[in-house]
Each structure stands twice: as C-alpha cells, then as structure tokens.
C-alpha cells in the first residue's frame, strides 16, 4: 500500500523500532503537500538506528539457529559456484588490479586480496549456479522476484570485513544478522514497480546487506552510517536483462563489494548527504516509485524476517520460481514410471511471475537453462534429476535434450494469474504417446520453504553436494561443524 500522510505521522510520534526521527524529518514531511506519491522521509534513520544498536544477544534462539542454517547454505554454494567458468574469471580479474592480503576468496583458486574484493569474488561464486536462498514473501503483491537472495550479499559482505578486522565469530554472525535484517526489510517495503520495471533486487538491495554488516563490524558512528547508506544508494544496480548470463551473478557480487566500499568511503568522513532513502530524489522513490513505511520502520527485528515469513532454501540449482513445477514433473515422472519415448508433449500452465523471469523458450548453455522451464522439464523426464551435473553446457547441448525441450510448452493460465504471486503456482499437462493425459499441479508446501524445511541432514546433504567439488571429506565435516558453532570461535 502507499504510504499516507497521516500514517508516516503516526508512525514518527510512535517512534517506531525504538527509533524516534529527528523532528526536522517530521516537520518537513508535515510542510510536504505536493507528492502523496513520493516516497516518506524516515526509513534512513529507522535503518541507521537498527544498525547501531542490534546485538546477537539480544536475539531470538530461533533467529540465530535459522542464521546458522543459512550460512551453512551460504558457504555450500560459494564452495560450489566457484568452480564454474564465470567465477574464475572474477578471480582472475581481481587477480590483476588488486595484491592485498586482507581477506580470502574461498573454494577453488583461492587466494587471499581486499576485503571489498574477497566479497566481489566470494559473492559471484554464491551466486554462480542459483542455487543460494530466497526471502519469501507476505503478501500477494510482493512477488518472488522482487525479493532478495539474501544469504550471499550478507554473507559475502560480513566474511570479507570481519576476517580483516580479525573479528570473533559472534561479531561475524550478529554482522551477518543485522545486513539479512536490513536487505530483507528494504525488498519487502520497496515498491514492487521496482521489480516489474526491471530490477534485480538482489543486486540492487543485496548492497545495503553487505553495506551494514560492513557499518557493524567497522563499528561505526551514526553520521557515517546514514551517509554510507546513501553512497550505496547510489552504488545500486542489476538488471533483470541479465538474467541467463554470467552478470546475474555478478550482482551479487558487486552488491557485496560496493556495500564493503560504502562503508569504507563513509568511515574516512565521505559524504553522500545523509537521507539517502528518503524523499522524491532518495532510492525508494527513484527505484521503486516509493516505500510502505508500516513494512520497514516498525518491524526492523519486529519479528526477523530470517525466521517469519523465513527463507526458502534450493534443491535445485536454477531459479526458485520454477522448483514447485520441477518437484510436480518430478512427482509425475516417478510415480508414473515414465520414460522419454513415453511423453509426446508437456505444458506448463503459470502466471507471469513464473513466466516472465524463466523467459528461455530453448536453452543453448547452462546458464540460459537455469531460466529455461522446457529444460527443467527435460532433464528430470530424461534423467530423473536436475542437480550440479545435470547444469552443464554439455548436457544441455545434448541430442536428447535438445530434442526434448521443443515438446514443452509454456502457456499463461489467468486463473493461476489471478491468485496471486504470494505462492508459486503451477500445473504440469503431460500428453503420452498412448494417448493418455496426465495432469499434475504443483505444490504450495515445496522443498525448502518453511511449511517443508530441509532437515538438519538435508542440509547437510547439500552441502556435501557443494561442498564435495573443492573440499575433501574429512575438511567438509569439518567445515559444517565449524559454521554450525561458529558464533563460539
């Protein structure tokens, strides 16, 4: 909903998330009788305020729990991703401007580099194989794509930052908590037009995650954290055009360095003005065309948005919005025992927000398969599978696949449209050479979200998966425990 007048007054007088905003902020937006539309004054000392005063120990059992859970996520696919051509030659670019040793890019070919540099690099490696988490939604107007990959940006971010200031694990997770918080809240306030007009939020939003976990362990003061949240206002971007090649990782990866180099500017005295946010030329209003205030101020850590409504881990390595139509062919493949020669043709019937972003009609490399649902049909009707090996070129180069993906049909269903976007929706039709149709819908309760949540050894199974391309057994067992205690190292 769009923000009233009355309603932001409300909300000052209360002094929302226990941050009360400067009178002159009230004042102004009193006197402001020209634009209802542009976007209130308010969330940039609301975020300011959180930043500063968040604190591990003052946080939920369960939100530290669910952090936990989702680094060990985070580290798997960073492990993963960096095996992939994209991800080397990010390594091998930093490689040639940049000689510090301050922090490590992780997995394979790694090396130690800047701090702001380690995120760029370790951030495209999470990103790389779309296999990182994903904040769901509240409400049917928030679609999926307009929220975030929130692990990787925040993780990225507070790895890179707290190896260089030599922090305690505690400091690294609380760091990691308070940029999720942020991130997540900014995606869920932010106008959608922000994602329907084209933006990748992970990109664009990702960069205040790594932006105040960096302002967290930097430890630094009020004034520098309002104006480096408005450097990364403007350091913001990441187009959806992007989507099926190597750039769409590489919004995470600079979301995470330009939130370290936010942050670095501001903490040497940098200004960027100190309402960043806010206002008709601040980033709500230019992004998004403007902000739900009752989304943002009041609910910072009112719950964690990391534990309601949560984050939905992938057992797919492609986007989200199609898992729900790969687990219902998967469901049709096997309990029906089908084999290739079997399926004369398939259509999946969903809204535009599934048919819009998995806009591929035929994939020619795996990146556009990640975006492809005539390829996710594919491999699971031809190997049962969609996993790490199923996304390679060479697969998706294959006669059989190729054959098979002109058998897929994608078709807009308004009935599904009208439902809404706060769910993935979907239903499979599957002609057999026999002359049988089967039909199968998806399902709301899909893997890794919080009505069917990977269990401990799920998760673990994953990043054995992940993990198991640069690390070798006894190092992987290792490393889950590590990450599962990290806050006593």
């Not at 007048?5 to 002094?15: E, I, N, P, V």
């Not at 929220?147 to 990787?152: F, I, M, N, Q």
Request: glycine share 8%; hydrophobic share 40%; net charge positive.
């Amino acid at each position: 909903m769009r923000v009233s007048r009355k309603t932001f007054l409300h909300l000052a007088a209360a002094g929302a998330s226990g941050a009360l905003l400067r009178p002159s902020t009230a004042a102004a937006q009193t006197k402001s009788t020209k634009s209802e539309k542009a976007a209130i004054k308010g969330t940039t000392d609301a975020l300011t305020a959180f930043i500063m005063k968040a604190e591990l120990r003052s946080m939920p059992a369960d939100v530290v729990a669910q952090a936990k859970r989702c680094l060990v996520d985070g580290f798997g696919v960073i492990l993963a991703g960096s095996t992939v051509k994209g991800s080397a030659i990010v390594r091998d670019y930093v490689r040639t401007v940049n000689d510090r040793k301050e922090s490590t890019a992780v997995g394979a070919g790694g090396f130690m580099t800047s701090a702001a540099h380690a995120a760029l690099i370790n951030a495209a490696s999470g990103h790389a194989m779309d296999y990182d988490d994903t904040q769901l939604s509240t409400t049917p107007d928030r679609t999926f794509g307009l929220l975030t990959h929130p692990t990787v940006p925040a993780l990225a971010g507070a790895l890179a930052v707290a190896e260089r200031q030599r922090a305690s694990g505690a400091a690294f997770l609380e760091a990691f908590l308070v940029g999720f918080e942020v991130e997540c809240k900014i995606a869920e306030a932010i106008d959608p037009a922000h994602y329907t007009r084209g933006f990748h939020s992970t990109g664009t939003i990702g960069t205040f995650a790594s932006a105040a976990a960096a302002a967290r362990l930097m430890k630094m003061p009020a004034g520098a954290v309002r104006h480096m949240l408005t450097i990364a206002s403007s350091m913001s971007s990441g187009l959806r055009v992007n989507f099926g090649s190597m750039t769409k990782p590489l919004h995470a990866a600079r979301a995470a360095e330009n939130g370290i180099v936010a942050a670095e500017l501001a903490s040497r005295g940098f200004t960027g003005g100190d309402e960043g946010l806010d206002g008709r030329w601040g980033f709500f209003e230019v992004f998004g065309t403007g902000v739900d205030l009752e989304r943002l101020i009041p609910v910072l850590g009112r719950p964690y948005t990391i534990v309601n409504p949560g984050v939905s881990f992938k057992p797919y390595p492609c986007g989200s919005l199609s898992h729900p139509t790969m687990d219902a062919m998967l469901k049709a493949v096997t309990e029906h025992d089908l084999k290739p020669e079997q399926v004369k043709a398939v259509r999946v019937r969903a809204g535009s927000n599934i048919l819009e972003p998995l806009r591929y009609k035929i994939a020619t490399n795996e990146l556009e398969a990640k975006f492809c649902l005539p390829f996710l049909m594919a491999s699971l009707i031809l190997r049962r599978k969609a996993g790490v090996r199923e996304f390679t070129d060479e697969f998706v180069a294959s006669a059989p696949v190729q054959q098979m993906m002109p058998k897929v049909t994608n078709v807009f269903d308004q009935k599904i449209e009208a439902q809404g976007f706060d769910k993935i929706r979907s239903v499979i039709e599957i002609d057999l050479t026999d002359g049988r149709m089967l039909v199968q819908p998806s399902d709301d309760r899909y893997r890794g979200g919080p009505d069917r949540p990977f269990t401990r050894e799920e998760l673990r199974e994953k990043f054995t998966d992940c993990a198991q391309l640069t690390l070798n057994a006894s190092r992987i067992t290792r490393a889950f425990e590590q990450i599962e205690n990290v806050d006593g190292m």
